[in-house]
């Protein structure tokens, strides 16, 4: 039984060599998972993800999470061959739905379809499969193959989702689920009891299935000030992801009360507005201690992976350097089930 996984989630709107400094120095903290996000009109993930290759050697890496309507499969299959060799096999594919497409006038229809299919797609290039693929939304003519050397057939398949359908799909063949922008431990039995349905319909164990939750982390030794960063940060989104939680329930006029500052672009004030108990389900911030407990508690509640997502710190640097020297050593990260195995072995 392997103890469960610490990841770090980075946005992708730094300077060249940034993400390098940042991977190597997560590295030799111990951290396991290296995510990059692939949020709209940041820079594509895939930049950041090869120079952090470069500079690693342990990590695993990936996109949390490209989509099937920006990228099309065959070209997510061309990312994800090109990280794989980068890292010799260190490489995972997210994918999810998306948000926020229709500002560059994208449509997203039938988003389950489209995520199963695009995962068929890319996982039949990669193994060399040119039999051709005819979907309802993608296809592969006959014939259709990638024309470089790959370095696995199958990277594991972690997908993106919150809903109850979504988390079907990733029970019957993914190989981890992110619930992104949570720090809610209930979340983590919801989840669990979504993926056990798709799991049962593929004749899976929904224990092979990992369960990853990931949010904003804010962590200082001055916890007031890390706190009050963090608020700002989760105001961006908490309008997003509230309705998604089925464990909370959050006054309507509150939420729209953020979500009206936030598109007046004063985000301190709308963070102002969000108690603590509710920051504390939906980011990690405070003192070491006060963000080691928050991980602890998803930890004790099931999850394979814990994600501290961007911006770590007041800066990126001490961030990293603290969740690193400070909040890693005082978890207990024995898990209370069965961890998923993430490896596989090369192509031929």
Not at 81 to 107: E, M
Request: net charge negative; charged share 25%.
């Amino acid at each position: 039984m392997t103890t469960v996984e610490i990841g770090l989630g980075l946005q992708s709107d730094k300077r060249a060599g940034d993400y390098a400094r940042l991977a190597r120095r997560a590295e030799e903290h111990g951290f396991d998972v290296l995510s990059v996000f692939g949020d709209l009109m940041y820079q594509p993930p895939i930049f950041p993800l090869l120079e952090m290759a470069a500079a690693t050697e342990r990590v695993r890496l990936g996109a949390a999470c490209l989509n099937p309507y920006s990228a099309a499969p065959y070209e997510v299959a061309g990312q994800l061959a090109a990280l794989d060799l980068a890292s010799h096999g260190r490489a995972y594919l997210g994918l999810a739905r998306g948000t926020w497409l229709g500002a560059v006038g994208i449509a997203q229809p039938r988003p389950l379809t489209a995520l199963a299919e695009a995962v068929e797609v890319v996982y039949r290039l990669l193994a060399g499969d040119a039999g051709g693929y005819e979907g309802e939304m993608f296809r592969l003519a006959p014939g259709t193959r990638l024309r470089y050397p790959v370095h696995r057939a199958r990277p594991p398949l972690l997908l993106g989702a919150w809903g109850p359908k979504g988390a079907a799909l990733a029970g019957r063949i993914a190989d981890e689920i992110k619930v992104g922008g949570s720090a809610n431990p209930a979340m983590v039995g919801v989840i669990r009891e979504r993926v056990a349905a798709g799991a049962a319909a593929a004749g899976r164990d929904p224990g092979e299935v990992g369960v990853v939750l990931g949010a904003v982390t804010v962590v200082d030794v001055d916890g007031a000030a890390a706190r009050a960063r963090a608020r700002s940060e989760v105001a961006m989104y908490l309008a997003v992801v509230a309705d998604l939680d089925p464990t909370v329930e959050i006054p309507a006029d509150l939420l729209g009360r953020v979500k009206e500052l936030v598109d007046d672009g004063r985000d301190e004030a709308a963070g102002r507005l969000i108690p603590d108990d509710l920051l504390d389900l939906f980011a990690f911030s405070g003192d070491p201690e006060q963000v080691a407990a928050q991980a602890q508690a998803l930890i004790d509640a099931g999850a394979h992976r814990v994600e501290f997502g961007t911006p770590h710190g007041l800066t990126d640097d001490r961030g990293v350097e603290l969740l690193g020297t400070e909040v890693l050593p005082l978890l207990n990260r024995a898990p209370r089930r069965a961890a998923v195995s993430m490896g596989d072995a090369p192509s031929s």
